[in-house]
Each structure stands twice: as C-alpha cells, then as structure tokens.
C-alpha cells in the first residue's frame, strides 16, 4: 500500500499568516494527489485535486504544487473559516490512502 | 440538488451485521465510481471500500476483506456497505462519496455525504 505522511501534524498560525503543509508518498504518484479541508462534525471538503487544480468555488488563496512524492497545500493568507483539518489522499492506486491529517488552529 | 445521503448505522454488537446505504440524489450515479470512506472517533479519513460505475470493480481495505461487502443497484441510484463480523475498532462515521474526474483524467471525491454512525459495542 502507498503511505502518505503530512507535516507538521499540528500548527498554530493566524489570520493572514501564509501556511504550507507538506504531504510525502511512499512511492511516486505522479500527479494522482487530493487535498481536503475537513471541520469538526462535518464531511471533508474537496480543495485541490490533480496535486494543483483547484476545484470550482474554492478560494485562490489555496494553491498545491508538487508531482511524484513530494507535495504541498498553501494557503496565502489564512482566513477565519480556514480553521480545520486538512488530509492529502492518494488516488494512484487502490487502497485509496489519506494522509493523517494536519490541524491548523488559531495561535 | 447534487447530493449523497448515508443511512443505516447504528448500535450493534460485535459479531453482527449491519447494511449501510448511501442514496444519489441530482445526478445519475450510473456514472460514477462511489467509496465509503470511514472516521473512528478523534482520528483521521480511512478509505474502506470502492465500486466502480458499473460494479464489475470492488475493492477493499485489508482490514475488512471478507467481511464488508460494497455493492450497487444503478437502477435505484443506491449503494450499499454490507458491515459483517463487526469488531470494536469498526466504530466510526462512514461516509459515502463520489468519484469524479475532472480536467486531464484526475479524479478526486467530489460530493460527500453527512456520515451514519456506527458503533460496536
């Protein structure tokens, strides 16, 4: 199975901070990354899909880049409703893995 | 509107069953790949189990490979999670979602639904 880890696991930034986090699979999946935003008590939201396009209706201060192994989500300037857990998910081959998530929380 | 709605969980015992099942409401779900994907309590997105548009691919986690069982019924725009063997750690929110490919053949899970519940206890 691939293996995808994010770091870091927690961070605490605030509103306006620029926020990078990293996602890193254990084998190269081309260009086949997702991106979520997932808050308490709710479904994940897709943001990213195809490791940098954005999907519709997402804001453009999220941006992702990277291909192969080596991945990161950006948010450019972070806004109150940003405040969640973002998860990276494989789709290059079955089991469908995620990552283990990246909360960020208001410093 | 577009849309995917879980139903099914609730309280059962280990060793029992239980069928989830995940309605498609504004779009035809004849189209799409569809995944139950699960939450235990606190912890992160574990994917559980896909079908393909038209049935003839499954596919499982290790973990509930010959126990749970995903299914389809086009005709209904119904998928199904049948939840076998239930063991203490399958205590989770399961959600179902859609498998959607968008620009240069990449697929991502588009629609979500709200998640049912299940606890084995």
């Known amino acids: 199975d691939i293996q995808l880890t994010q770091s870091p696991s927690f961070l605490s930034a605030s509103v306006g901070d620029r926020v990078t986090i990293t996602c890193r699979a254990s084998q190269d999946i081309s260009r086949y990354l997702a991106w979520y935003q997932q808050k308490p008590g709710k479904a994940p939201k897709l943001l990213i899909y195809?490791?940098?396009t954005l999907q519709d209706g997402v804001p453009s201060r999220f941006s992702g880049s990277g291909s192969g192994t080596a991945f990161t989500l950006t948010i450019s300037s972070l806004q109150p409703g940003d405040f969640a857990t973002y998860y990276c998910?494989?789709?290059?081959?079955?089991?469908?893995?995620f990552g283990p998530g990246t909360k960020v929380d208001i410093k | 509107q577009v849309q995917l709605v879980e139903s099914g969980g609730g309280v059962v015992q280990p060793g029992r069953s239980l069928r989830l099942s995940c309605a498609a409401s504004?779009?035809?779900?004849?189209?799409?790949?569809i995944h139950w994907v699960r939450q235990s309590p606190g912890k992160g997105l574990e994917w559980v189990a896909g079908i393909s548009s038209d049935g003839g691919i499954k596919d499982y986690t290790d973990s509930v490979k010959g126990r749970f069982s995903i299914s389809r019924d086009n005709s209904k725009n119904m998928v199904y999670l049948q939840l076998n063997s239930l063991k203490d750690d399958d205590t989770a929110v399961f959600y179902c979602?859609?498998?959607?490919?968008?620009?240069?053949?990449?697929?991502?899970?588009?629609?979500w639904g709200q998640g049912t519940m299940v606890t084995v206890s």
């Open positions: 504004g779009f035809t779900i004849s189209d799409f790949g």
């Open positions: 979602a859609r498998d959607w490919f968008g620009s240069e053949n990449f697929d991502a899970f588009d629609i």
């Open positions: 195809a490791a940098s």
């Open positions: 998910q494989q789709l290059d081959t079955y089991p469908y893995t």
